[in-house]
């Protein structure tokens, strides 16, 4: 089994995942031709799905589309809901069932992204409601923390997503995976990353919580990706920090060269 040392950096080798937040971008057609082109690009590049995961995101209305063409050419390409409700049925117009997601076959949901806190007003046990809600359905829960600038400057760079992900772990049945991603909010979309110290900085407190309420064994086997202005040309230097397992990429996502070109950070990587 992989030990957890004391300053919460772990020895073992964990896949890492490069996922695709495409956000309310794409429609099911257009979400069909990126699918091809992304497994295309990485098969020319004789991408290792087995050395890399790599996941995708759509909007709901692009699901079926998306698992029609993955299953029926056999890609390797995982993907996953951007939501799910707390709920698992009844009269809760417009949301989304993890029965639902788990019938078309998704791997993954996101859960307590910052436009789902600040949008919809989505507080920290709400986030944990849906956790527990994507295990009862076989999905693992990505669970988005970060802090906006104002927290940051007021609580430091840990304190607010640790205490998200203290509570949303809470509800998280135990033996069932779960995905963490640091998502700085104010550096989403700014052009700005977090620096790959300020990552792992957070992150290893991040595992920390993990072994804290989970155990030693669920933090040693957690994925924790960064989300923030990822690019081609920074993801290297994230994915040298013991403590940062992959990426959540936004706004890149949507290019299929630069997306891919993130997918194979390998490349870039002394």
Not at 188 to 198: M, P, W
């Amino acid at each position: 089994m992989a030990e957890l040392t004391a300053d919460a950096t772990v020895t073992t080798k964990r896949t890492p995942l490069i996922a695709g937040n495409w956000k309310m971008n794409l429609d099911h057609l257009q979400a069909i031709a990126f699918v091809q082109k992304l497994e295309w690009a990485l098969s020319d590049a004789s991408h290792d799905f087995d050395s890399v995961e790599v996941a995708v995101f759509p909007p709901f209305t692009d699901l079926r589309s998306v698992q029609t063409i993955v299953n029926a050419d056999k890609y390797r390409l995982r993907f996953g809901g951007q939501d799910l409700s707390q709920h698992d049925s009844g009269a809760y117009t417009g949301e989304i069932s993890g029965a639902f997601l788990a019938a078309l076959d998704a791997s993954y949901v996101l859960i307590g992204h910052s436009e789902r806190r600040t949008l919809h007003a989505e507080d920290d046990e709400v986030v944990a409601a849906k956790v527990a809600a994507s295990h009862r359905h076989g999905l693992v829960p990505v669970i988005c923390v970060g802090e906006t600038a104002e927290d940051l400057e007021q609580h430091g760079p840990s304190a607010v997503p640790v205490a998200q992900l203290r509570t949303a772990l809470e509800s998280a049945e135990k033996g069932k995976e779960v995905v963490v991603a640091y998502e700085p909010v104010w550096a989403i979309g700014s052009g700005q990353a977090a620096t790959s110290d300020q990552a792992e900085q957070v992150c290893k407190a991040l595992r920390a919580v993990v072994a804290e309420v989970l155990g030693d064994e669920a933090a040693a086997a957690t994925r924790i990706l960064y989300g923030g202005s990822v690019k081609s040309g920074n993801i290297a230097g994230f994915m040298k920090q013991p403590n940062v397992d992959g990426a959540l990429v936004g706004g890149a996502s949507l290019q299929i060269d630069e997306f891919s070109a993130i997918v194979r950070y390998q490349k870039h990587v002394g």
